[in-house]
């Protein structure tokens, strides 16, 4: 009986050594695992800082060319009442202008005209 409890003592103790080499390997894949995930992740987050780094410079631009655009417009503006005032000067002429059509036809007084240069020249400076 000694004999038998002896050898299944020794079974027991070589299933309990394969379990604990099988548990052992088992954890080092699953360390691996984590290690793999943590690094796919890692550049996961690279790509997504990649991607985050082009919106910005997308939306700058954009937000630059918005900027561009109201000057334009603005410069643009101050050209069209330009062209209408001549061209309503143009078509009330029978002959010479006189100083004081051209009085009539620019609706702004001189400050207004002036603060809309100075403000033209700042931004242009800016710029």
């Not at 900027?67 to 503006?77: A, E, I, N, P, V």
């Not at 002429?93 to 400050?111: F, N």
Request: proline share 1%.
């Amino acid at each position: 009986e000694k004999e038998m409890w002896s050898r299944e003592k020794l079974s027991l103790q070589k299933s309990l050594k394969q379990a604990e080499a099988e548990l052992s390997k088992l954890r080092a894949e699953l360390r691996s695992e984590a290690f793999l995930r943590e690094l796919g992740s890692d550049s996961e987050n690279a790509v997504l800082r990649r991607i985050y780094g082009k919106y910005l410079r997308a939306e700058s631009f954009r937000k630059a060319l918005i900027y561009q655009k109201k000057y334009l417009l603005l410069l643009l503006g101050g050209f069209q009442e330009c062209e209408e005032a001549t061209l309503a000067l143009i078509a009330r002429m029978g002959g010479q202008p006189s100083y004081t059509d051209l009085e009539i036809i620019t609706q702004h007084s001189k400050g207004f005209m002036r603060f809309r240069s100075a403000v033209r020249v700042s931004i242009a400076i800016s710029r």
